[in-house]
């Protein structure tokens, strides 16, 4: 076996998660693609099996937010809410990450379509390019099958350190206030008749029914890709994947802000 188990950045575009939390990121995390590469950098789209890709936890219809928060009466349309959105939310962290990460276009449609992914255990990769983790993805192999270099999980500390530095509060309310937008960017997918609130707090439960597994992660070699040596674990959505290979306490941070916000939000199904 050859000993290079580095995954190429221009090979995987591996996305973070669905992480962008609340409003513009509506406490959701964003994405989380499960791509692991073949010791060439060669990508490759994994194997899962379709019962793993759509048995994702019931989440039962969200509670309506105690005190009701209404929306703006100045919103902008969806299509020109951009500046709009983005200027309320640079509020939400002092963190420099969040303000590049505001940059972006197409915001609210952006997310929305990625907790819509996340929620019907897809993968968002095409709507969150800009949170492709820096440096490489790297396995080791010490005497017995190879597991994930624990280096590798620094390369998503930023993301966590961002997600975990959002105010929950302030977030939950610039959502309700904006709420109209999200609605608005979800009947545009094709769910005239579902609520937003129900698919958000699907798409938090999805991740923080991630297992969090003792002990290193141990990998095997498949044909083209790195696969998890625990079937359990293999068997994961693709989200839910990517979301192990944040690591031990990233995985943590991210999971205790998913908490705070679908608690604030009342979203009381994600946040038990």
Request: charged share 25%; proline share 9%; aromatic share 6%.
């Amino acid at each position: 076996m050859t000993p290079d188990y580095v995954e190429r950045r221009q090979g995987r575009r591996a996305l973070a998660i669905l992480v962008g939390v609340v409003v513009l990121i509506p406490a959701a995390i964003g994405y989380f693609s499960y791509r692991l590469l073949n010791r060439r950098g060669e990508a490759a789209a994994p194997t899962v099996p379709q019962e793993a890709a759509v048995a994702l936890p019931t989440v039962a219809p969200a509670a309506p937010a105690e005190p009701t928060v209404p929306p703006r009466v100045d919103l902008p349309r969806l299509d020109a809410s951009d500046a709009f959105v983005r200027k309320l939310a640079e509020k939400l962290s002092a963190n420099p990450a969040w303000a590049k990460w505001l940059l972006n276009d197409g915001l609210v449609r952006r997310l929305v379509a990625s907790v819509d992914n996340v929620a019907e255990g897809r993968t968002p990769k095409p709507h969150l390019v800009f949170l492709a983790p820096k440096g490489e993805f790297r396995a080791r192999e010490g005497g017995g099958a190879p597991t994930i270099d624990p280096a590798s999980y620094h390369r998503y500390d930023l993301l966590a350190d961002v997600v975990s530095s959002l105010d929950a509060k302030g977030s939950a309310q610039l959502y309700r206030e904006t709420q109209p937008l999200f609605r608005d960017a979800y009947r545009d997918l094709g769910y005239p008749d579902r609520n937003f609130d129900d698919t958000l707090a699907k798409a938090i439960q999805v991740l923080l029914a991630t297992p969090e597994p003792n002990g290193e992660l141990r990998l095997r070699p498949a044909v083209r890709s790195w696969k998890l040596e625990n079937p359990e674990l293999e068997a994961l959505s693709p989200a839910q994947k990517q979301f192990l290979r944040f690591g031990p306490e990233n995985v943590e941070k991210i999971k205790k802000k998913l908490r705070e916000i679908a608690e604030v939000l009342r979203l009381r199904s994600a946040a038990s």
